[in-house]
């Protein structure tokens, strides 16, 4: 399975972005992908995540962000609204659990075996 993120960039505080990553490698259905992120000096951590039952979303995110997939473009997207200084961080996709077909997804960084190369998001104050 391949990954590729895109969409990070430098914004204000309670501007909004949409993060990208194309799936390839597996039929796209079947793929739980997830969004994390890593800010300097801290430990990857999970942000939101999308299977076939749904979509699951850090605490500190929820009701700013959004995860979608669109099928026909095998690509998930994270949708980042009013965002904060504390989102700046590199947003890594991921993918796994290919064993469950795409049934449901975790919160765990350790529960991915696939990752994307990253993309920079950086909210000024």
């Known amino acids: 399975v391949q990954l590729q993120a895109s969409g990070g960039g430098l914004v204000q505080a309670g501007d909004s972005l949409r993060l990208a990553c194309v799936v390839s490698g597996r039929t796209f259905s079947s793929v739980s992908v997830g969004w994390l992120r890593q800010a300097p000096g801290k430990e990857r951590e999970f942000v939101s995540c999308i299977s076939r039952s749904g979509g699951k979303y850090e605490d500190s995110v929820k009701g700013r962000f959004t995860i979608s997939r669109d099928n026909a473009k095998n690509t998930v997207y994270l949708q980042m609204n009013s965002l904060k200084p504390e989102d700046t961080a590199v947003y890594y996709c991921?993918?796994?659990?290919?064993?469950?077909?795409?049934?449901?997804?975790?919160?765990?960084?350790?529960?991915?075996?696939?990752w994307g190369q990253g993309t920079l998001v950086t909210v000024s104050s």
């Open positions: 991921a993918a796994g659990g290919l064993v469950y077909e795409g049934l449901w997804c975790s919160e765990a960084p350790d529960w991915y075996s696939f």
